[in-house]
C-alpha cells in the first residue's frame, strides 16, 4: 500500500492559534474536533459534507492522527483514487502532497527490538553489547525508530 502525506490549510472553523488535534467524533451529520490552544481544548462543529478531513476519512484510510502545526494540518493518508479525487476537489484547501514509502511509516523488527529494550529501561551500551553490534550502529538504529515513531504521532 502507498501512502501520501497531505498538508492542508486550516478551514475557517479551526482556531488560528490551534497547535494540536487531540480527537473528533461525529454526531448525525456535524463532525466535531477537539483541538488544543494556549486557552485550552477547544471544539470546533463542521458539517461531514465541508468538512475534508472527513471526506479523506470516509473515502480512503488515514494513518496515525493529524497535527497541526502553525496553522498547517498534516495527514498521512492511503494513496487511493478516491483519496486523489477529494484531494483534487478542494485544491484550494491543499498546501502540498508528497508520497511515502511504506518502508517509512513501518517499524523493522530490529527497530521495534531496540525501542521495546530502551522501553524496559535499557541503554545504548547494553543494547549494543546484547545484540553485538557497536554503539554508533545502535544510536544511528534508535535515532531513525524515533523519526518513524514522531511521523506516527
Known amino acids: 500500500m502507498k501512502f ?22 461525529i454526531e448525525g451529520d456535524r463532525v466535531r474536533h477537539v483541538v488544543l490552544t494556549p486557552r ?9 459534507d465541508e ?15 493529524p497535527s497541526i502545526h502553525n496553522g498547517v ?4 493518508v492511503a494513496d487511493t483514487r478516491p483519496a486523489r479525487r477529494i484531494l483534487a476537489e478542494h485544491r484550494q484547501q491543499v498546501i502540498s502532497v508528497e508520497r511515502l514509502r511504506p518502508a517509512s511509516l513501518v517499524l523493522t523488527s530490529k527497530q521495534r527490538e531496540v525501542l ?6 535499557g541503554s545504548i551500551s547494553l543494547i549494543a553489547r546484547a545484540s553485538s553490534r557497536s554503539k554508533v550502529a ?12 514522531v511521523e506516527l504521532i
Do not use: Q
Request: net charge positive; aromatic share 10%; with cysteine.
Open 4 to 25: 501520501l502525506r497531505v498538508r492542508l490549510r486550516a478551514c475557517d472553523a479551526l482556531p488560528r492559534d490551534a497547535l494540536a488535534h487531540l480527537g473528533f467524533k
Open 40 to 48: 485550552g481544548p477547544v471544539t470546533v462543529s463542521k458539517k461531514c
Open 51 to 65: 468538512c475534508i478531513f472527513y471526506k479523506l476519512i470516509s473515502g480512503s484510510y488515514v494513518y496515525g492522527a
Open 73 to 76: 494540518i498534516k495527514v498521512v
Open 116 to 121: 521495546s529494550a530502551m522501553a524496559s529501561g
Open 138 to 149: 545502535v544510536y544511528k538504529l534508535f535515532r531513525k525508530t524515533l523519526k518513524k515513531v
